[in-house]
């Protein structure tokens, strides 16, 4: 990708049809992530919002949007907030998450990860991208705890 995801998305989130030319990017960038066809409608330092539809190829046995499709969606927008937040010198990967579901998952349902900035100067650390998934009755159905590992980029 030419520019920082942040830059582009500056570029291009302005409009529908930016977000989701971005969001296509992105994907096409860590491929798994379009599986669920995610639309990325806001992103800036600290937080990422992303929206699921509710749609066949996301629905589990029973119906509603599946465990792993909502994990998805809550890595993709963790890992955009994390991107975004940490210093230009620095680099993450995710280390563990921690997830709850909490009511079923029907209709179309938003994750909204916020992280907050490790120092720029500091040592390798843990970091954590807070997420909640919610419906469109604006209910949390899913939160995430995402540990990232966040350190300084290798010359």
């Known amino acids: 990708m030419p520019a920082s995801p942040l830059k582009l998305f500056r570029l291009l989130g302005r409009t529908a049809a930016g977000r989701w030319t971005f969001s296509r990017i992105i994907c096409a960038k860590a491929p798994y992530f379009a599986s669920i066809a995610p639309l990325i409608e806001a992103l800036a330092p600290g937080r990422c919002v992303v929206t699921l539809r509710d749609r066949r ?17 809550a890595e993709l927008a963790g890992g955009l907030a994390t991107d975004v937040t940490i210093a230009p010198g620095q680099r993450w990967i995710p280390k563990g998450m921690s ?13 909204t990860a916020r992280v907050e900035a490790p120092p720029a100067d500091a040592p390798a650390q843990e970091a954590h991208a807070l997420v909640e998934v919610r419906d469109a009755a604006n209910e949390v159905v899913f939160d995430a705890d995402i540990t990232m590992w966040v350190s300084p980029r290798r010359e």
Not at 57 to 73: K, L, P
Not at 99 to 106: D, I, N, P, T
């Open 99 to 111: 997830v709850r579901y909490l009511k079923k998952a029907r209709g179309t349902l938003t994750a």
């Open 57 to 73: 190829r996301v629905r589990n046995h029973i119906g509603t949007v599946h465990a792993i499709a909502m994990c998805n969606a």
